[in-house]
């Protein structure tokens, strides 16, 4: 139960990424201006901005590390 709330909140917030890609923050660990983030609940909602499009390169756990480069 819990785990289909949570995939359900996720999708809601990558759908309003759609609308308002800027929303999210810079990640911190990359600082790239391209690189951003959304925190929903305890998962951070990791997402490249392309021209055209977003694509979304991860969804982690805020206590996981990210990988060195996405």
Do not use: C, N, W
Request: charged share 25%; proline share 6%; net charge positive.
């Amino acid at each position: 139960m819990y785990a289909k709330q949570m995939v359900d909140r996720l999708t809601r917030r990558s759908e309003q990424l759609g609308q308002f890609p800027q929303s999210g923050r810079m990640v911190p660990e990359y600082a790239s201006e391209d690189i951003r983030e959304v925190i929903e609940g305890s998962y951070r909602l990791i997402y490249r901005l392309r021209s055209d499009r977003i694509d979304i390169v991860a969804v982690i756990h805020s206590a996981q590390q990210l990988p060195p480069s996405v």
